[in-house]
């Protein structure tokens, strides 16, 4: 408990009266007589709040990123009195601080609207409640450390948006391509002969039987591997539109994820800088999807620099099936890219290594800014020469006979998912 402006104020009055003690002595017993009356209701007042204000916080743990949710403060006191409410929240809360009055002995609720910018766990700090005394002479002040965090996933809209668009990509592949025979192709119907249809593929027991050709329709190929390398090093740290380039390869490889799973592929995963910071086996099955989500809302790209020979010998050690293996990162460095190259040889005798290079917006900026001093054109010159040179790793990477996908980070995940379905219809894997 502090003392209240109101409190002080009524401290001045016999104070001032005080002064005229100095004109006349006869003041001095008035004067100490209301300096008791005034400490007497001071601390009566004081006594008079007793116990304190409790406080519990509930919510969703589970949220979307950018998305607004309630968050409800529930209050319980032994007397009537007027609480001011504060709440240490992650993100950006709309409705703090608030003002609410507790009956006695009763309880309230109130609600406050709460938006994480940012995915992750983000916890909660102490809730603060302050109330004055009934006479309001003092303020009373309690700090409630609550433990709680609130876990915090990509938009699960933006995951619905882009599953659609890659059932509409689906849709427009040519009926031949999505569906074309062969041996590796998995057996899916018996149907009548149609001109142009491989003799190879003609069913001669049931054409005997029916008296007329019948082909064997095959499918494409489901249960097989898709494994995701995310480079989560310093390079991938660079941010732009408030994404960091980390974020938009994680989103891309969720939403393929998802569209793989939808087609029967098994999906796997693996995050690493100069450390594993996250593995899953290949697994299909309809919660793959969530699966890949809580394994990754937390994980984010450090300065690090990345470790492409470990994440090889992690995934030679647990993944001896052939898979279509993508690799996600951003390279501007000639070391970097010549490690990025020889992690490609490699996996090429195994795994169908699909490259996926993200721009740095950044140094295409630097290229096309004005150049007014100087350095402007230093800088504009270096940042050409990188890109030259990253021109260059491309195109060896293509003359390995390596898949490569170069876009921007926002441009990523459909380009990803557009090469996937190309992939499966050609039957590359």
């Avoid at 589970?62 to 240490?88: H, K, N, S, W, Y």
């Avoid at 996996?347 to 290079?357: G, Q």
Wanted: charged share 25%; aromatic share 6%; net charge positive.
């Amino acid at each position: 408990m502090i003392p209240s402006g109101r409190l002080v104020l009524a401290a001045c009055v016999p104070l001032g009266l005080a002064l005229l003690v100095l004109a006349d002595p006869w003041f001095t017993v008035p004067v100490v007589a209301l300096d008791l009356v005034l400490l007497a209701v001071a601390i009566g007042d004081r006594l008079a709040v007793r116990g304190g204000v409790e406080v519990e916080r509930q919510f969703a743990p589970v949220q979307a990123v950018g998305r607004d949710f309630p968050v409800e403060l529930r209050l319980t006191a032994p007397r009537a009195m007027r609480v001011r409410i504060t709440d240490d929240a992650p993100g950006e809360a709309e409705g703090l601080p608030l003002t609410v009055r507790v009956p006695a002995g009763g309880a309230v609720a109130v609600t406050y609207r709460l938006t994480v910018p940012q995915r992750g766990a983000h916890p909660f700090g102490p809730v603060t409640l302050r109330w004055s005394s009934p006479l309001g002479l003092w303020q009373g002040q309690q700090r409630h450390d609550i433990e709680g965090s609130v876990r915090v996933y990509p938009s699960f809209r933006q995951l619905r948006s882009w599953g659609l668009l890659a059932r509409e990509d689906e849709r427009r592949l040519p009926v031949r391509v999505r569906r074309r025979p062969g041996g590796e192709n998995e057996f899916e119907r018996l149907r009548p002969y149609v001109r142009g249809d491989s003799y190879r593929h003609i069913d001669w027991r049931a054409t005997a039987r029916r008296a007329q050709l019948i082909s064997r329709d095959f499918g494409q190929e489901s249960n097989q591997n898709v494994i995701f390398l995310i480079d989560s090093g310093r390079m991938m740290s660079s941010r732009g539109e408030g994404l960091t380039a980390f974020d938009h390869a994680l989103d891309a490889a969720v939403m393929m994820g998802q569209v793989a799973l939808r087609h029967g592929d098994r999906v796997g995963l693996l995050v690493y800088d100069d450390r594993v910071r996250a593995w899953l086996p290949p697994k299909g099955g309809a919660r793959g999807g969530s699966r890949l989500i809580r394994a990754t809302y937390d994980v984010f790209p450090s300065l690090r620099e990345p470790d492409h020979a470990l994440a090889l010998r992690w995934l030679s050690q647990r993944v001896r099936r052939r898979s279509l293996v993508i690799l996600l990162t951003s390279v501007v460095d000639d070391v970097n890219a010549e490690a990025g190259k020889a992690i490609v040889d490699a996996m090429a005798s195994r795994h169908l290594p699909l490259v996926v290079w993200l721009r740095d917006t950044g140094l295409e900026r630097l290229v096309d800014a004005p150049r007014r001093t100087r350095q402007d054109v230093y800088d504009a010159g270096a940042a050409a020469e990188l890109l030259v040179r990253r021109e260059d790793h491309l195109a060896a990477l293509r003359k390995r006979g390596a898949l490569v996908i170069d876009a921007e980070p926002e441009q990523v995940t459909p380009r990803l998912l557009s090469r996937y379905l190309e992939i499966k219809a050609r039957r590359l894997l």
